[in-house]
């Protein structure tokens, strides 16, 4: 176009040159001028005024374009915003299935466990619970009633556990005489102090004369031909004997006194268990296994008939449960090895001695049944394995849950969603342990 431009320019120019020539050469010939040598000036026409509407319509709208501009600004600005939260703020989480393994328990088999040594073993708590209930009366009796109490015996005179035969006396300052009314066994001292036992006392004879307050010391007159042992073996009762009596009080029908007792021995036995482990979770306590004594309390008047009272005295064998559910576990072939492992009583799950009159528990052996269902879950440690699995690729993770014996199975969710590497940080990485399946 530049040179079509070029092109036209150039002719334009020629032709005006030979009109001037012509124009020349008339003057010359006339001198005059003539209308038809007048050169006339053609006005190139100008650009047409533009119509304001056509000016609008061609006009780039800039406004629009601006605020595209800013929203594009904005939605990086915010994009940019929330992956950097994800990055600072997101955590990554394995669900660990922790194995688990169920049990129908076989009656027949029994199993062993003693108060100290190796294998299973138990600790022996000493219960002491009273219930009362007020039991209308029928006209008046005459009772005579021996006092009772608790008291602590002391053995500071050998490191080997003494036993005191049944009805073994205990004497006060004063003469006073109280007996246990079944063989003790008191354990040796230690180096931290004396063993102790406590266990409760009849006194010799009926009559408040064997009420009293605290005593400091009982000895045992049956070790006198034992100094050391004499001295070194006593009782303290820290809150005195009381209920000796002797007279008429209301009177109470033997078939109401005998349905209050036993409605007392069953209150008494409920509330056994969880006095025995009472303030920890980490124990399994079987009353079926204790050793339980009850002796009737003293009745006293009543407003309306007669107060009669109930008195339980057990020793409970007291297993730790990581202890007893690996051994029944070793027992059950469930392939526990040293695997710490976590007992779950199932339906109908009940643990009976092995025979009607057991060993002492301060003695043992405890041999005992098992009846019903369990489940037995491999515990995992969960500190353990987020610092095994911290700042690992993803390709790692497979290799590292196999070393934990006790997972079942484990699923992991990495975040933020980009990264194929466990967090290095341990408070972003949550470990969680799915509940296993209701037992059967």
């Not at 530049?2 to 092109?7: F, Y």
């Not at 209920?243 to 008429?248: L, T, Y």
């Not at 009976?352 to 041999?367: C, I, K, R, Y």
Request: proline residues 7%; without cysteine.
């Amino acid at each position: 176009m530049s040179g079509m431009a070029k092109d036209f320019f150039v002719d334009l120019s020629q032709a005006h040159k030979e009109d001037a020539r012509s124009e020349r050469a008339h003057s010359h010939d006339n001198g005059e001028r003539t209308i038809r040598n007048v050169m006339v000036t053609r006005r190139t026409p100008g650009p047409r005024p533009l119509d304001p509407r056509e000016t609008a319509k061609h006009r780039p709208a800039r406004g629009r374009t601006s605020m595209a501009l800013w929203i594009a600004a904005a939605i990086v600005s915010i994009s940019l915003l929330v992956l950097l939260a994800l990055a600072l703020f997101s955590k990554s989480t394995v669900t660990v299935t922790p194995r688990v393994h169920n049990v129908t328990f076989d009656s027949t088999a029994l199993f062993s466990a003693m108060p100290s040594g190796v294998g299973l073993t138990y600790a022996v708590q000493t219960v002491t619970l009273e219930e009362s209930v007020v039991v209308p009366a029928q006209g008046v009796e005459r009772v005579e009633d021996r006092a009772t109490g608790e008291i602590t015996v002391y053995n500071s005179y050998s490191d080997a556990p003494v036993r005191l035969i049944k009805n073994t006396r205990f004497e006060t300052p004063n003469g006073l005489i109280y007996r246990i009314p079944s063989s003790i066994v008191v354990p040796g001292k230690t180096a931290s102090g004396p063993g102790t036992l406590t266990v409760s006392v009849i006194a010799d004879a009926a009559g408040p004369g064997y009420n009293s307050g605290p005593v400091e010391k009982l000895t045992v007159p049956g070790l006198k031909s034992t100094q050391a042992m004499y001295d070194g073996v006593y009782g303290q009762a820290t809150q005195g004997m009381s209920g000796g009596f002797v007279g008429e009080r209301p009177a109470v029908a033997a078939d109401a006194l005998e349905a209050a007792r036993a409605q007392l021995r069953t209150k008494l036995s409920e509330r056994l268990v969880s006095e025995a482990a009472a303030g920890r979770d980490d124990v399994f306590v079987f009353p079926t296994l204790a050793e339980v004594t009850f002796e009737h309390l003293p009745s006293a008047p009543d407003s309306s008939g007669a107060r009669v009272g109930e008195k339980l005295m057990a020793k409970v064998p007291v297993f730790i449960k990581d202890a007893f559910a690996e051994s029944i576990a070793q027992a059950v072939s469930a392939e526990a090895g040293s695997s710490r492992i976590v007992l779950r009583p199932g339906t109908g799950f009940a643990v009976t001695p092995a025979s009607s009159t057991p060993s002492s528990l301060d003695e043992g052996p405890v041999q005992f049944s098992i009846a019903g269902a369990a489940t037995l879950i491999w515990y995992v440690d969960t500190d353990e394995l987020r610092g095994a699995l911290l700042g690992k690729d993803k390709d790692a993770f497979k290799p590292i849950i196999s070393q934990f014996p006790g997972v079942e199975r484990a699923d992991a969710q990495i975040a933020p969603f980009w990264s194929s590497t466990l967090p290095s940080n341990p408070d972003k990485l949550n470990i969680t342990i799915a509940e296993p399946a209701e037992t059967p």
